[in-house]
């Protein structure tokens, strides 16, 4: 596309919005709300097509903007990037210029855009400019306005309201209260365990009650995300996709059930191309503002200038609880147990590889390797989960049903075919 600057960026952002979401105005309505007219050079544009989605619920066509503004954005090169891609060119590009104009206002002297980010830092955040961009990322409260947030809190509390984000099962919703703003929570298991499977089930139960829901898979692309959210909410197997034996009632149900999902606009999953790197993490959910991120899983992603896995895993933990606490998002990620783990009952001492998890996270969930042992014989059947921290107090253990990742009442195992409740 050449080099992204001016005015042609803005035409570029213009085009991929409209091009992308031609029916389907109530998503770009939303990114259109969260930025300003005057980050762009041609704000007409935008507010046009702002104008367009409010009045009309649909966004104008390349024929409307070349008639109104003598604009024809049917030759405007666009590719294959998302348009938050441009977007954030937009907004660096002018973050670049307010604080150059500032700066040269400040000394009246020209200074190297190179420069200003070393010498004048301290300066450059008192810009108005400054603050316009980064609107919303200052985490400071004066004690007023936090105790009056305490105090809806306490009154949520006496009503018997739900404080946090709740969770799929009751037992552990009851015991931490939900998630709230800045927690950080993990669930561990040995492979095959089910700790995914868990993940998937949270986030989409949280998306069935319209919140924002971010999941991260860095083990998978997106298509087979979604698939296996059908799968464990239709009970069929994923294996009868992948092995062609598939029967078509069964494939009805699951289009049926893909179509439920894809109505869930709030519900975001990272796809083929992502790199589960910090700096992506971090960069997609300030972008996203969701109202939780599940992340799957957190042993594969890649720190910055780390020598060893221990330093790694260490390093990723810190930088996820302080993700979760700058941004007020809770975040929820998935990791292993060392093998230590299948000789007893998993405990903080055997999460894999750093101690950083058990310090940071202020709830970790602990699932028992899924071979358990009944009359002597070994059996796979219900996991049983084990709340092996709680910042806040009591301790838990729970049953969830293998096959809805539901929470259960009783242990039950299947025993050569037979079901035996313990």
Known sequence: ??????????????????????????NIKKIYSSVKKELFDNFEIF????????IFGRTPSFEEVKEKFSIDLSQVEIDQRPIE????????????????????????????????????????RLSEEFKEITAGETHVKNVSDLSEEVKMVVDAAVSGNQLGLSTPWKTFSDASGGMWPGEYTIIAGRPGTGKTWMLYKWAYYLAKLNKRVLLFNTE??????????????????????????LTYGEAEVLKNKIDEIKKLTGFIITDVGFSPSLSNIEKIIKEQKPDISFIDSMNLIKADSTTTRTDNAAAVSDALKDLAASLGC????A????????????????LALTDANAWNASFVLSIDPPMAEADGEFVDGTLKVHL?????????????????YEETDKASFQVFGKRVVL
């Open 85 to 124: 891609y441009y977007l954030q060119e937009i907004k660096d590009r002018y973050l670049k210029r307010g604080i150059l104009r500032f700066v040269q206002s400040f000394n009246g002297q020209n200074i190297g855009s190179a420069k200003v980010a070393d010498i004048y830092r301290p300066i450059i």
């Open 220 to 245: 998978m692309s997106g298509v087979s995300t979604i698939l296996r959210i059908a799968c464990l909410e239709t009970d069929i197997r994923v294996k009868s996709v992948r092995n062609r034996t």
């Open 1 to 26: 596309m050449g080099k992204l600057e001016g005015v042609s960026i803005d035409l570029a952002f213009f085009a991929k919005s409209i091009v992308d979401y031609k029916s389907d105005p109530a």
């Open 335 to 350: 990791t292993q147990h060392n093998r230590e783990a299948v000789k007893g009952a998993p405990s903080l001492a055997t």
């Open 47 to 54: 507010e046009f097509i702002q104008y367009t989605i409010r």
């Open 388 to 404: 092996i921290k709680n910042r806040e107090g009591d301790l838990a253990t729970f049953y969830v049903d293998r096959r809805t």
């Open 330 to 333: 809770p975040i929820v990620g």
